[in-house]
């Protein structure tokens, strides 16, 4: 998290960088990166995948931006065109820049990605794919810009972020991301990113945090010994 990269060459994954064999980032923050070059291209700023199998699960990628370049390929996330396959399982992808979110790039050799239980949120085109046939599946997932909508369980609703202009990408009880998900065998006995449990409730959240619900205690008033 919170590096920075200067260098005048194209950049893969400023954050990470995933070759062949399998990377598996499991509740893992991927946060505040940043491309400063003025001239390189740049391929998914928070990770950036090419080839191999890999997967994120309950992780936050978000703030990954780039402040120079000639093009910018899915500043939260990109799969290069080595084929390959990602797979992301409640995590959220928010505010990465304002380009895209995820790319599939899909040339020359094709690639998948799926998402599953997602928040992909505050970008120009939250999710693109570059495939002649699209090869990025959307399954209950909260698109900002409706890719899917309606379709797989994917809606297209404000997810309503505890704090989004400093950073608390954690929901509350009444977002729409709450209970809209679908479990996977994984979960049971799992944590959200914060360390509490995946399934609080019958039905998972989308996002990689289970909804913040706000604890109310009630102290009574003090009685009146002389009434």
């Known amino acids: 998290n919170g590096a920075a990269w200067a260098q005048d060459s194209s950049i893969f994954g400023v954050g990470l960088y995933g070759e062949v064999g399998i990377v598996s980032l499991l509740n893992t923050m991927v946060v505040g990166n940043t491309n400063l070059n003025q001239h390189a291209n740049t391929f998914g700023v928070g990770v950036c995948f090419s080839s191999g199998r890999h997967v994120l699960r309950n992780c936050l990628v978000a703030s990954n931006v780039v402040t120079g370049g000639n093009a910018r390929w899915g500043s939260g996330e990109m799969l290069g065109g080595s084929g390959g396959s990602v797979l992301n399982e409640s995590c959220t992808f928010v505010t990465n ?16 990605i799926v998402l599953s239980n997602c ?45 989004l202009s400093h950073g608390d990408f954690r929901i509350p ?49 003090p009685s009146n010994p002389s009434a």
């Open 173 to 221: 009880y009444t977002s729409p991301c709450v209970n809209a998900g679908t479990n996977l065998a994984w979960m049971i006995g799992a944590q959200d990113l914060d360390g509490n449990p995946r399934l609080t409730n019958l039905v998972v959240d989308m996002g990689c945090y289970e909804a913040f619900v706000a604890l109310m205690i009630y102290s009574p008033p």
């Open 97 to 112: 820049g304002t380009s895209e979110g995820i790319r599939n790039a899909g040339w020359p050799v094709v690639g998948s």
């Open 119 to 163: 928040i992909v949120w505050g970008h120009a085109d939250d999710v693109v794919d570059d495939n002649l046939i699209p090869q990025t599946r959307l399954v209950y997932c909260d698109i900002g810009n409706g890719d899917s909508n309606g379709v797989n369980g994917c809606i297209m609703s404000d997810p309503c972020f505890l704090d």
